[in-house]
Nanobody, 126 residues
Framework: QVQLVESGGGLVQAGGSLRLSCAASGRTFSSYAMGWFRQAPGKEREFVAGISWTGRIWYYADSVKGRFTISRDNAKNTVYLLMNSLKPEDTAVYYC???????????????????WGQGTQVTVSS
């Protein structure tokens, strides 16, 4: 089973960009589908983006579509979330998650994933 460590969060002004990284330990990263979730204070965790084990299939929440891009580099055991045109409502703790899955399905619910990182804070000021 992989272990996940997120990085790249921080404070940014509205309209700015950040790139989150999620580094995975273990030699089986390429067999895991990956997802990014976020949780704002007082709100439930929500799906942001997901990517298949091949990196060829991805899916986004409507709220981030066209602004965020998920990608992965299996040689580096890392999944990325490039966030452009950030808005104050994007402020949250962002988590990456993994599930061993060799199907062509991107999972969008948290209970579909069984490995989670510790989270990284993203704060967007207005």
């Amino acid at each position: 089973q992989v272990q996940l460590v997120e990085s790249g969060g921080g404070l940014v002004q509205a309209g700015g960009s950040l790139r989150l990284s999620c580094a995975a330990s273990g030699r089986t990263f390429s067999s895991y589908a990956m997802g990014w979730f976020r949780q704002a204070p007082g709100k439930e965790r929500e799906f942001v983006a997901g990517i298949s084990w091949t990196g060829r299939i991805w899916y986004y929440a409507d709220s981030v579509k066209g602004r965020f891009t998920i990608s992965r580099d299996n040689a580096k055991n890392t999944v990325y979330l490039l966030m452009n045109s950030l808005k104050p409502e994007d402020t949250a703790v962002y988590y990456c998650a993994a599930v061993a899955d060799l199907t062509a399905v991107v999972r969008t619910t948290g209970d579909a994933y069984d490995v989670w990182g510790q989270g990284t804070q993203v704060t967007v000021s207005s």
